[in-house]
């Protein structure tokens, strides 16, 4: 049983970006799917799919690379908010990762958001990632 199952998909995805492999396998939930969702909005992976194997559900992340695979369109993922030590901020104190380069996921009332799209909601919530 894994305390932090979204630390375990950021590093899943951390190392393989590393290794540079084209997929990656996560077990899946519908928080990171919501992230799998943004990252793929934001241009930082090609695409996922939901594996259904039986009972359990996989989630298969294709990673984005530049022209070669020297060339890493991620450079960086970095869990804020932990089980031992929640992080929250509201629309005005959400933070800007790299000034506005990167993002910051953020999970509010109206779901799980990058920190551009909070801001336009006027909304604030728990800051889950950044991503750069």
Known sequence: MLSDPIADMLTRIRNANMARHTTVDIPSSQMKV????ILQK????KGYEIIKDGVKQTMRITLK??????DKVIAGLKRISKPGLRVYANCED??????????AIVSTNKGVVTDREARKLGVG???????W
């Open 34 to 37: 919501a992230i799998a969702q």
């Open 42 to 45: 934001e241009g930082y992976v």
């Open 65 to 70: 690379y530049g022209r070669n695979k020297n």
């Open 94 to 103: 959400l933070p800007k990762v790299l000034n506005g380069l990167g993002l």
């Open 125 to 131: 919530g728990e800051v889950l990632a950044f991503v």
